[in-house]
Each structure stands twice: as structure tokens, then as C-alpha cells.
DNA sequence: TTATTGTTTAACTATAGTGTCAAACTCTCT
DNA sequence: AGAGAGTTTGACACTATAGTTAAACAATAA
């Protein structure tokens, strides 16, 4: 049966193309980069999904997908404030890390302005309400409850998402600067994790007391 | 004389170019697309460019003196920290304002993987020290001080650049879920900047006694 | 074994993109 | 006005790329 290999194949040109999506963009992308990527015949990349474009959707929707979920914490909404933003953190992290090419792929479509990413934002806004919401809420309850200062929560959820993603996309520039990223990549994300948390939560100005 | 109109041609193709190498990449850039941005015909390009690859180079090199211009900001060594800090994150927001093609760039480069970028990182590294060397150093010596609490610079100097850079490239997002950004975009910048600064010296939990 | 179905390959077409060139144009100086 | 320098234009050549097609191949089931 051929079933098993076909869908090899198809699962090999899908992965070598978010991969080549992202690095290259839409239109820096090349189907013969994709097809190398893949160690496949140019030719299969058509037979599987037609036309570049189409790939390019394919990728994107899926890639769409995963940045949705991302945003998805499983938190439990009375615990501490503290214990809710680090296990986002800790979550969200993972989450890129693992599906790198989804962040690139998303900051790129960004960069290139195109009208795809804002019609699949704003289709699954009207359904599933903003992927940040859950957290924006959790920001508004702690501050509420006095546990946290209050702040715009859009904008704590941008410095935080920020303070998660653009090192990602950034990478070879961070390797660069920073010795750690360079040598013990896992290592730099934990230690990136932890900082991010106590920056965000405790700031930098040191305190006479502390709470929580 | 025909200077000051060549010399407007050859501003305006290279502004054109920035901007679209900004949007589109090295590799999905289009000369045409370049011409047609600046309004002129496609062999005038390389009437003052020769090929596409110098054309980016050029561009390249320009955008990257301002990456490392951009941490240069004019600092008082003895002033309180948070001044310091208030004063980079005023200064670089504001230049990456004006300068959003230069972000955008640089960010593509860094998806791109290509070499480039490493080379110049490299090379201005090695005679000029990293870019944000100085700001790394005030901060060691505010934590010294005690103003703040004993971080590690480069991790903060990273959650500060990201907080600063991470929604010009992602702006299309951003404008989709924070209403201020698509109806004011000045006056969501300027509540952005005060927003970094006191999430980033303060934090979010709240104190029962500040200081500072 | 042979027909059938789905997959892979090589060769091909058509188009889009880069780079070149010589003629036309413009400005300036004499 | 006419010569000369630099600039602009349209037409062209060549390459790279997307997409097509038909034949070869592999697996399965009769």
C-alpha cells in the first residue's frame, strides 16, 4: 500500500515548505528551495497541492492555526496572578520554540502587509473573540483583586508576547550579542523565561518590601 | 544642470528600495516593484545600481548604520536610572518610528538566516563594541547602586528592545487587536512608550511601599 | 499474470524577472 | 546653434521559475 508513503511525502513537502515559508516569505520562497527542503522532484509539490499559492495557503492556515493556540493557556482562573503569567510564559515559550516556523512565518506575512493574516484575524475574532482575550481578562481580575498595579491589559499582553517572540525572530542577531544563546540554546530559553517573569512581574526597580 | 534631478532619481530609487526590500525581502523583492515605488523605469535601477544584489547591499549597509546608530543614545552617566531608561526608550521608539523600514529589514534578515547580517554584526561588533554596550553598562551599574534589582543585562536589554521593536513588525496584528493602534497610531505609540517604562521599572505587581 | 490505481519522473511550455544596449533626450557650456 | 556629458527610454537577450504533461513505476487486487 502507498498510502503510508504518499502521505510521507505529502507531510515532507507540507513541513519543507513552513519551513521555506518562513525563512523567504510568500514571494521570496522558491518552489525548487521547497522541493530540496522536502528531497523531492519539483513536479510532487504540484501533483500534492496544485499551485504555490495553494501551498502557501495550506502552510498558512495551518500556521494560523498553531498561532491561535498558542495563545491558549490552561490556567485555573483563581490562582495568583503571579502563577498565571508564568505559566503563560512558561507555556508560550514552549510553544514557539517548538513551532518556530509558525512565529517567523506570521512576522513575515506582517512584514510583508498582506491582506491574508488580517482576514483570518478578523474571521476568527468575530468566532473565537481575540486569542488574547483569556489573558487580558486575567490581567483585569488581578488588578482588580489589587494583586497587580492596573495597567491597559492590550498592552501588557503586547510587551509580554513581545518580551516571548522577538527573540525568535531575531535569532541570528541574538546569537551574536549573547554568548549563552549562542552555546546552550536551551538553556538561554529557560533563563529567558525566568527573566522575562520577573521583570514583567517585579520590574527592575528594586523594592524596600515586597508583597505577594 | 542635471545633478540635483540625478541625484533625486538615485535618492528616490533608494528610499523605493528600502522600503520594499523592507516588505519583501532580498529574495522577494521585484525590481519592477522597486521602479514602480519609485516611479521610474526599471533600467534606471541599474543605470545607478548595476544589479539587484549591490541594490540591496546598499541598502543593507544603510540600514544597518542606523541599527547601530539607533542605540546610540545620548545619556548622562550619574543621571538616576529610570531616567536613563525612560530617555533610551523615548530615543529608540521615536527612531524606530521614523525609521520602520530599518526594523523591518533588519527582521527580515534575521528570518532570512543569510550571512550578511552576521558579517556586519561581526565586523561593527569587533571595532565599535555591541551596539548596546552602553546601555548594558548602565545598567550594572544602577544594579550596583541598588536602584535596581541585580539582573542580567543582556536578557534586560533584550526584554526592553522587544518591548520597543516587536509591534512595528508586527503591525498589521497589532492594528487588528488594539483599536488606539489603528485610529491614533501616535497616541497609541506614546502610551506605548510610557507603558514599557513602567511595566519595565516597575512591573506588575502592586507595592505596598515604592521607592524611586 | 494482468488490469487498475495512485505515485514519481523527465521533458517540456509559458511567463516573469534580471540585466544589457543603443538610440533619444536634456541640460550645459561654448 | 552645436558639441558633449550625463540621463532616460524602449527594445531586446537570457535565465529562472511556475506550472503541465505523458510516460514510467509501484502497489494492489482480480
Redesign the interface.
Known sequence: MADSEAADTEARIFEAALRVF?????????MQEIADEAGIHRPLLHYYFRTKQQLFEACFTHMFGQFMESFEVPTVEDAP??EI?RGFIDHYVDNVREHQDMA?M????????STL??EH??RA?ATRG???QRMEEAILR?AEK????A??P???M??I???C???F??????R???PLAREDFDAFVE??KE??F???????????????
Open positions: 518562513a525563512r523567504k516569505g510568500r514571494d521570496g520562497a522558491r496572578f503571579s503569567l517567523m506570521i512576522v513575515a506575512e506582517n512584514l510583508s502587509g493574516l488580517g484575524l478578523a475574532f481575540s486569542p488574547q488581578a489589587g494583586e497587580i498595579r495597567v491597559d492590550k498592552q501588557t503586547l510587551t508576547v513581545s518580551a517572540v522577538f527573540f525572530v531575531s535569532l541570528p542577531t541574538v551574536m550579542l549573547n533563563a529567558r527573566h522575562v520577573e521583570v514583567v512581574y517585579y520590574g527592575l526597580a528594586s523594592r524596600e518590601v515586597s508583597d505577594a
